[in-house]
């Protein structure tokens, strides 16, 4: 049971399948060779990696990953420099990615490295990745949906009960219950 904000309070939402998303957490640091502003053919700039990598992240899943079985690549921390003239030696990147099938997960991993590692090389750079995965996918069973529906209306009634409700791309640590 969980408070919902889309679900007006005295009714249930539930359904059969995935409820909640998988919450996976990634790190990268991009890494080139700093130099004065003034210079930048001295060093290699990791800023410009990082910021195609951005729009590459996400190219990559609304154009390789299925729509019907969706993901969602978030990249919420972007890090780089100290001050207006020199170029860092670093750009640190962080995120999260949610997805509601193991299938997609382990796909929009593997993709991950591999857009991660194409777009920074190209730029002559090198990066980390540390990709942690979170919680899986929280997944209802049909017969004990249906069942826990069953009982639901019964005390709140029918209109009440709403067994079609869309998943959500929020994560729990349902998935381990």
């Given amino acids: 049971i969980h408070v919902t904000p889309n679900i007006p309070a005295g009714y249930l939402g539930m359904r059969p399948g995935p409820q909640m998303a998988s919450a996976d957490e990634f790190t990268v640091r991009i890494k080139g060779r700093g130099t004065h502003a003034s210079t930048p053919h001295f060093g290699i700039d990791p800023m410009p990696a990082a910021a195609e990598l951005v729009g590459a992240l996400s190219t990559m899943v609304t154009r390789r990953i299925e729509a019907f079985d969706p993901a969602i690549l978030t990249v919420a921390h972007l890090k780089g420099g100290t001050t207006h003239n020199v170029i860092s030696d670093e750009v640190l990147m962080q995120g999260t990615v949610r997805c509601v099938s193991a299938r997609t997960r382990d796909r929009v991993e593997e993709l991950f490295a ?64």
Wanted: with cysteine; glycine share 10%; net charge negative.
């Fill in 114 to 177: 591999e857009v991660v590692h194409g777009v920074t090389s190209a730029h002559g750079c090198t990066a980390e990745i540390d990709y942690h995965r979170g919680y899986p996918v929280t997944v209802n069973h049909a017969e004990q949906t249906g069942f826990a529906a069953g009982v639901a209306r019964s005390i709140v009634g029918t209109d009440a009960v709403d067994t079609a409700v869309p998943p959500t791309m929020g994560a729990e640590d349902f998935s381990y219950m």
